[in-house]
């Protein structure tokens, strides 16, 4: 678990399908520069709830909560990409929850849990060029672009350049 300010970042439970169907599953706005698609039935809300249930054993990946709410926002997770080097696994807010100062509450989270658990010396955050909001919290942070690689969106065959960020910590 993974606690901020209003956050808390926790493995996922049964009955938060509804919430994440909800908030953010199927909001077009949330799956926008997601590798995803929306889902479109509380009946595939309830499976990709138990697959998510499934992925989250054995992976460093979590829903996000609202404090206040206690409410399924969004979710968020690291990945180990080599010895002190992690990135993100994704970062996503449902559309009635951007624009708060979560997503940066989010990333601080991120960066001082693999700072502390793992002694990651360097953290890589991705995104599309597009993604203005994504691009100006890495900024806010001190990220550094590394790379750009053309890539080629599977859901719409629209082109974007996939930015790759590093931060020293």
Request: net charge neutral; aromatic share 14%.
């Amino acid at each position: 678990m993974i606690e901020t300010e209003s956050l808390i970042l926790d493995k996922a439970k049964f009955p938060d399908w509804e919430e994440m169907y909800h908030n953010v599953w199927s909001q077009p706005e949330s799956a926008r520069y997601m590798d995803w698609n929306i889902t479109t039935s509380e009946e595939a809300a309830k499976i990709r709830i138990a697959k998510t249930i499934t992925f989250q054993k054995s992976h460093d990946t979590y829903l996000v909560y609202e404090k206040l709410s206690g409410k399924a926002i969004g979710f968020a997770g690291i990945e180990k990409i080599e010895p002190y080097i992690y990135q993100e696994a994704g970062i996503c807010l449902g559309p009635n929850y951007v624009g708060k100062g979560f997503g940066k509450q989010i990333l601080q989270g991120l960066l001082q849990y693999c700072k502390e658990q793992f002694g990651a010396k360097v953290f890589i955050y991705s995104t599309r060029d597009e993604n203005t909001a994504s691009n100006r919290l890495a900024r806010s942070f001190g990220f550094s672009i590394i790379s750009s690689t053309a890539k080629i969106d599977g859901k719409s065959g629209h082109p974007y350049n996939l930015l790759r960020y590093s931060l020293n910590l």
